[in-house]
């Protein structure tokens, strides 16, 4: 089993930037590939990032191409998105979800967190 705890939600103003964090336990880390999504308000939860396990490898959700960058720090047991230009749109719920694998479907994931809240200001 993996437990899963985001943190680093909070009120941004847009153009602002901030970092969610997420520490894993209960299982070897590094063999698991780790994600964010994101779920905003009677909206369908989507992928937003992705990471290998090595850290060498990642992805995103075109509309947060050249804005977030995921990274991961096998030592610390921890997965990190920093957020910078941060838009109106970028408002949801954050969750950190692990996986064996490598998809991007929320049907994919094996593990989750319960989600951060992050509120971008217009």
């Known amino acids: 089993q993996v437990q899963l705890v985001e943190s680093g939600g909070g009120l941004a103003q847009a153009g602002g930037s901030l970092r969610l964090s997420c520490v894993a336990s209960?299982?070897?880390?590094?063999?698991?590939?780790m994600d964010w999504f994101r779920q905003a308000p009677e909206k369908e939860r989507e992928f937003v990032a992705g990471?290998?396990?090595?850290?060498?490898?990642?992805r995103y959700v075109d509309s947060v191409k050249g804005r977030f960058t995921i990274s991961r720090d096998n030592a610390k047991n921890t997965v990190y998105l920093q957020m910078n230009s941060l838009k109106a749109e970028d408002t949801a719920v954050y969750y950190c979800?692990?996986?064996?694998?490598?998809?991007?479907?929320?049907?994919?994931?094996?593990?989750w967190g319960k989600g951060t809240l992050v509120t971008v200001s217009s």
């Open positions: 990471i290998s396990r090595s850290g060498v490898t990642t």
């Open positions: 979800a692990a996986d064996r694998e490598w998809g991007t479907r929320p049907r994919d994931m094996d593990y």
């Open positions: 209960g299982r070897t880390f590094s063999s698991l590939t």
